[in-house]
């Protein structure tokens, strides 16, 4: 009776007679509940504000599992094209993630109700990567909320990155290396470690403060990725996070793809062409990176049948990177659409882990093996060298030698000639 004293009070005073003021007393009273009404909380939960729907996510697991995971499922041939990646391969992803965060294992509340699963919550994660969807979109399939989506996504691009990035996010080690070099060797480049190119992210939610900052050539705000693929589309080296007003050679300058090898830790390649020796290997670049002696660029204007050649065989392996992208781009829409989240760190976690499962996916399926790596050819066999030099010294002289425009001249000659040499006559 504490709710409503002044109006109790008019009841208890009341004159009988008076209909006009029973009348007023009404209208007031339900003026006054109105306001109470929507002062008070719309909704009641364990969390006060929060709308309860009954999901049914108990029945949407066994769904998902029904149609995607048991014996005989229902989607079967679809898998692989719906989730991007072979079945044996996706559930070691769950399970390696599900170990890593306990936010993924399936728990019970406090009345003993059965949360979402682990396969929920991965699926729901995969469905946002791979189709670019919003994060509501998977609510009517799996049975999950659009703010335990969106945790989902984070955790799960975080534990990936954790889990399986110093195995699938690495630089190249020594039979990595040499493997590389069989590559370029049979494809007339000898030395070649891949190619390398930048490629922009639209991101759609950039701060206004910061729109000028990443807003370069492509007249949106966008996120700069600096890659490094082979010819199996294996991306060795990425750098992600840069503004989308610099370019290619601004990135450079900031990037370490470049860092184990005047640190002295990356062991020098040996490699020998048209009678030359040469210590370091190279990358295939398009026309504004710089001539430094560890990048191989075409020619503009090509003139003799040497020279177009060696500009027609440059440019069709150089694509490598492209197509890395373009499949990049294929498996998870997400890098492809423009990018919904606020801030960079999260983009970051997103784009490595999309590339961390896009080199998951190419050894699962065996791209990674269907080359001949038996070291024949005209050359010898490259030897790759482990000396270490951690000196200062060397630090500098091999700083000097990666940005050497006479070592960039000699080894585009000499590729000319090995080219016209092998392939042209």
């Not at 390398?196 to 910061?210: E, G, L, S, Y």
């Not at 560890?294 to 500009?311: E, N, S």
């Not at 998870?332 to 919904?340: D, E, L, N, Y």
Request: aromatic share 12%; with cysteine.
């Amino acid at each position: 009776m504490d709710r409503y004293p002044d109006i109790l009070e008019d009841i208890l005073h009341f004159d009988e007679d008076s209909d006009d003021e029973w009348d007023m007393l009404l209208a007031e009273t339900k003026r006054e509940e109105e306001s109470r009404s929507k002062r008070r909380n719309k909704h009641h939960g364990s969390v006060p504000g929060h709308r309860i729907i009954r999901r049914g996510r108990v029945e949407g697991h066994e769904r998902l599992y029904h149609d995607y995971f048991a014996p005989n499922c229902v989607y079967d041939a679809f898998f692989r094209r719906r989730f991007r990646m072979g079945r044996p391969l996706f559930l070691r992803i769950v399970n390696g993630v599900e170990q890593y965060d306990p936010f993924f294992v399936q728990t019970t509340d406090a009345i003993g109700n059965l949360g979402l699963s682990s396969l929920q919550k991965v699926t729901a994660a995969f469905r946002i990567l791979t189709y670019g969807t919003p994060s509501d979109s998977v609510d009517e399939y799996v049975r999950i909320g659009e703010s335990t989506a969106i945790e989902s996504l984070r955790r799960f691009v975080q534990a990936v990155i954790a889990v399986f990035g110093d195995e699938y996010l690495r630089p190249p080690n020594n039979n990595d290396i040499a493997r590389l070099l069989a590559i370029g060797e049979q494809r007339g480049f000898p030395g070649m470690l891949g190619s390398i190119d930048c490629m922009h992210w639209k991101w759609k939610n950039c701060p206004t403060a910061r729109q000028g900052m990443y807003t370069g050539h492509c007249h949106e705000p966008t996120i700069i990725l600096e890659a490094v693929a082979s010819q199996d589309l294996w991306i060795w080296h990425a750098f992600f996070g840069l503004p989308g007003s610099l370019n290619d050679i601004n990135v450079l300058e900031q990037s370490p793809v470049f860092a184990t090898l005047t640190e002295g830790r990356a062991p020098p390649i040996n490699y020998r062409i048209n009678g030359h020796d040469y210590t370091m290997g190279y990358y295939l670049a398009d026309g504004i990176y710089p001539n430094w002696s560890t990048f191989v660029k075409t020619i503009p204007c090509p003139q003799g049948l040497k020279r177009k050649h060696y500009a027609a065989a440059q440019e069709s392996i150089r694509k490598d990177v492209e197509r890395a992208f373009g499949v990049l781009q294929a498996r998870f829409a997400i890098v492809r659409g423009p990018a919904r989240f606020w801030d960079e760190e999260t983009l970051a976690y997103i784009m490595k882990a999309c590339i961390i499962m896009h080199n998951m996916i190419i050894e699962d399926e065996g791209a990674t093996n269907d080359n001949d790596f038996d070291g024949s050819g005209e050359n010898p066999i490259v030897q790759v060298s482990h000396v270490h030099t951690p000196e200062f010294v060397d630090f500098i002289q091999t700083h000097h030698q990666i940005r050497s425009n006479a070592s960039h001249s000699q080894l585009q000659s000499d590729l000319i000639e090995h080219l016209w040499q092998r392939y042209g006559q």
